[in-house]
């Protein structure tokens, strides 16, 4: 039997606490602790048992609690106090970069995301990509950045991770209410419910609009379970990560041509597009026959217009982690949505492509994005140049440093992630400073006037903390699997608060070699019962649901954790998520990390635990591999970055470094105490991580670099090319298709070097060449000078370019360019000639894929 009608029934809260809303309706809470506390003051049981979801808590406070606190003074005070703190900062004003022409309250970037990691109350992530997207936003607000994000609204989420009695990992699929969540249904103009509609394959499907508040940004979330659909529909928004690949393929036109839609429905119309991993690439799509059909223009200026105000960062260094789709699936979805482009279907396909003409390569959504934009970047330094040599092809012109894929070093959002304690440390000894500049040197530098004792107190409460936090977790656990009792009042005594604590957390993915440790488990159990100096691990991370070498490997280690000799000493806590990451990089000691160079995008977790005094030690990978290049006495790293070709052997021996690490240098300083049992020299190592890489590694610095480096060239792009109904954009098309068509006949003769065979270092080498632009103008080419060492193979070893000067209009044609290079250093060097685009709309000459060398 069905209801005839359902109601939403809220508490009455008293007059004096309705404002408790405002602040329930705000993530604000997430990184504030002057708001937090205002819930978990009153109930801290309740606040912790709805997952720190203030909807949910105050749905759940009974109607007497409510009218007792009413009449509470202080506690009325107090709130007003936390209603202040929000007012204040949602209403602060300004922004470090100036979006010139923008309108007051515009927003400029739209910033598009498969999942998004904010807080506990809102489950629609699985792992880093999404607690990177949260951290965006959330930076974004805190620098006043005029953005929207846009990403799914998953009635299950991510899987939540349990084991069976013999430690073989299970999945299940929570139900989430979202009346009961910090989130609202979009609503237009008339008060009714903000729904369009998306062409699938020729049916309908509806989609409804809930928004977030993540401080000042505003968040949009799509979702298709609603009763106007039909069931395989509703399903589109079940689970993240979920389906076969046909509906993967649903996920992502919702997510990007879907995307696109929500903002015209919303009455939004931002000039910028961020596409965070290649999931969301069907939206520069959606904008070109957006620009195509309501502005007129061709395909190629609307392609340009998008392209050059575009954004894609990708996550991903692994070939098979990038989405793909055979033509056969995407041709009744995509067949006649290239027509309304004017687009052959094989011409479609091969923007998806590395090799345009080969019809047997699948449909590759990084490569999509990395053809609709003009702003292409990796996510660290490392990951920057594995990404130029994993898509070499979409530009097979280029030698691999000319790639033009950037790299921007993720970051995290320090007030989320820094422990209370720590926070009230940073307060005193740094200023408020470290919140609202967190990548200010001067401000970090004052962490050396933190006493040694009072951060190491501090700190060891924080690991008390942690160890009493998964005794209860492993008591849970214990007690759901059945456990025998002796088992279960033993949980009550795993673990030393005093002991050096090792914490390992992250996807348990084969490359991230979650079994490094256990490779010799008899050299572990010897570490494992050294009483005078003790060591312990704590483990937690998920594999994916069709992972089943991921799950033996979970398995293995929850397997040796049971162990007689390991059960006191080594913990395995289930179902990973923010509130358990919160705790271990705030509590551990060591935060280890042993990925196989150089397949760790970034790896984001070890600069959480860096931010709260926890020491790295880790594989030379993603953006460690920066930081220990920066100064190797910040912590420790497992190998000096060698590259292997036998696996095997490679984890053999990179596993005896790990133990001689551990065993040599680790362990003995942290156990070095000095008068009053302090490991000064323990403590000078984290006060020195603090100071050097605590403005570097954190998410303003991140969000900043994405605002001057592309942001603001983007929108200057976006507004520049669409004045004037667009003629820029038409220009810039009508440029490039006429500089296609004479780009084969270029041509470079008399290539003429001033020097001798033999020179000394820093001595010019001037260099002149004739070039023929076949009815091209000196002012759409760059003729370069590209010069460098050279090494036994013949090759360039590294390169700087030169432009080259034109000097003088020989005829015909011709033209005379001269330029100089300086050798840097002795040895072999060599240089060649070579032609690239130029338009004062071309960011990047290299973007084209456009290039001429002298023969």
């Known amino acids: 039997m069905q209801p005839l009608r359902v109601y939403s029934v809220v508490p009455r809260l008293p007059k004096q606490l309705n404002e408790l809303w405002d602040l329930a309706y705000n993530f604000l809470f997430v990184w504030n602790n002057d708001i937090a506390s205002i819930f978990s003051s009153i109930d801290q049981t309740l ?52 979006f010139e022409g923008a309108k007051k309250g515009d927003s400029v970037v739209a910033y598009f995301s498969f999942e998004y990691g904010i807080g506990l109350s809102l489950p629609i992530y699985s792992g880093g990509l999404g607690i990177l ?12 950045i005029p953005l929207v994000g846009i990403g799914l609204c998953y009635q299950h989420g991510y899987f939540r991770q349990y084991m069976t009695q013999d430690g073989w990992q299970q999945e299940r699929y929570p139900s989430h209410d979202f009346e009961e969540m910090p989130i609202k249904p979009a609503k237009d103009e008339a008060g009714e419910d903000v ?26 979330l799509l979702d298709t379970n609603i009763s106007d659909n039909p069931a395989h529909f509703r399903a589109i928004t079940a689970r993240l990560y979920g389906g076969d690949l046909e509906m993967r393929l649903w996920q992502e036109i919702l997510l990007g041509i879907g995307g696109v839609k929500a903002l015209a429905a919303l009455g939004l119309e931002p000039s910028v597009i961020h596409m965070n991993e290649g999931h969301s690439a069907f939206a520069g799509l959606e904008r070109i026959r ?17 392209a050059s105000s575009s954004i894609f960062t990708t996550h991903t260094p692994v070939p098979a982690g990038n989405d793909r789709f055979p033509a056969d699936l995407m041709r009744p979805y995509f067949e006649p949505y290239a027509q309304t482009m004017g687009l052959a279907y094989k011409v479609f396909l091969a923007l998806g492509r590395e090799e345009p003409r080969n019809d047997s390569e699948q449909f590759c959504m990084t490569v999509l994005a990395l053809k609709l934009s003009r702003f292409n970047n990796g996510v660290s330094i ?36 820094v422990a209370t304690d720590f926070s009230l440390l940073f307060d005193r000894y740094l200023g408020p400073n470290w919140r609202e500049d967190p990548d200010c040197t001067r401000v970090w530098r004052q962490t ?36 025998r009792r002796k088992e279960i009042e033993l949980a009550d005594e795993v673990l030393d608060p005093r002991a050096l604590t090792i914490g390992f957390a992250r996807r348990f993915a084969t490359y991230k070699r979650a079994g ?38 979970i398995q293995d280690l929850i397997q040796l954790c049971r162990r007689e000799e390991c059960r006191m000493s080594m913990v395995f806590i289930e179902d990973y998520d923010m509130k358990i990451a919160n705790y271990m990089v705030q509590g551990c000691d060591i935060w280890l990390n042993t990925p196989r160079r150089p397949l760790e995008a970034c790896g984001t977790s070890g600069m959480k635990a860096m931010a709260n005094g926890v020491l790295q030690f880790s594989t030379p990978d993603g953006w460690w591999d920066e930081a220990y290049l920066t100064d190797n006495s910040l912590g420790w790293a497992i190998g000096r970055r060698e590259d292997y070709n036998d696996h095997e052997y490679q984890d053999f021996v990179e596993s005896q470094t790990l133990y001689r690490v551990l065993e040599n240098d680790i362990i003995p300083e942290f156990y070095d105490r000095g008068h009053g049992s302090l490991p000064r020299s323990w403590i000078a190592k984290v006060k020195k991580a603090l ?77 002149s060449a004739e070039v023929y632009l076949n009815g091209l103008t000196t002012g759409d080419v760059q003729v370069e000078i590209y010069a460098g060492p050279v090494g036994q193979d013949g090759g360039f070893v590294s390169r700087k370019t030169v432009v080259m000067n034109a000097e003088e209009d020989l005829g015909s044609g011709w033209h005379l360019y001269q330029g100089e290079v300086l050798p840097g250093e002795a040895g072999r060097f060599g240089y060649t000639v070579r032609i690239l685009p130029k338009h004062e709309l071309l960011l990047d000459p290299h973007s084209l894929g456009l290039i001429y060398w002298a023969q």
């Open 382 to 417: 490392l990951h920057g140049h594995v990404s130029r040599n994993m898509w070499k092809k979409v530009w097979p012109q280029y030698p691999v440093e000319d790639v033009p894929i950037g790299a921007i070093t993720n970051g995290v959002h320090m007030p989320t992630w």
């Open 195 to 220: 729904i369009f509609a998306l062409d699938m394959k020729g049916e309908e499907l509806k989609v409804k609009i809930w928004y977030v508040q993540v401080g000042r940004v505003t968040l949009y």
């Open 516 to 553: 490094l440790l256990l490779r010799d488990k008899e050299r572990l159990i010897r570490l494992l019962a050294d009483t005078k100096h003790p060591v312990q691990f704590i483990f937690a991370g998920k594999a994916h649901p069709q992972d089943n070498e991921g799950k033996k490997l």
């Open 290 to 306: 957006v620009f195509m059909t309501e502005q007129g223009l061709s395909f190629e200026a609307a392609m340009e217009m998008v």
């Open 47 to 98: 606040w912790r048992d709805c997952q720190q979801n203030p909807v949910s808590f105050l749905n759940h406070l009974p109607q007497q609690q409510l009218e007792e606190l009413a009449n509470d003074d202080f506690f009325v005070q107090r709130l007003k106090e936390a209603v202040k703190v929000q007012k204040g900062y949602l209403s602060r004003e300004g922004c470090s970069y100036k």
């Open 691 to 767: 100071r050097i890489l605590g403005p570097e590694f954190n998410a303003n610095r991140m969000v900043e670099d994405y605002t001057e480096k592309a942001y603001l060239p983007a929108f200057s792009n976006y507004k520049t090319m669409s004045q004037n109904g667009f003629q820029g954009a038409k220009d810039l098309a009508a440029w490039r298709m006429d500089l296609m068509t004479k780009w084969s006949s270029l041509k470079v003769r008399n290539i003429v070097s001033e020097a001798h065979t033999d020179m000394y270092v820093e001595e010019p080498i001037i260099i």
């Open 448 to 483: 050396d006037n933190i006493p040694d004792a009072e951060l190491w107190r501090t700190h060891e409460r924080l690991r008390e903390r942690l160890v009493d936090f998964v005794r209860k977790r492993l008591r849970k656990q214990l007690l759901n699997i059945g456990a």
């Open 133 to 144: 997207a949260g951290d965006h936003l959330k930076s974004a607000s805190d620098l006043n």
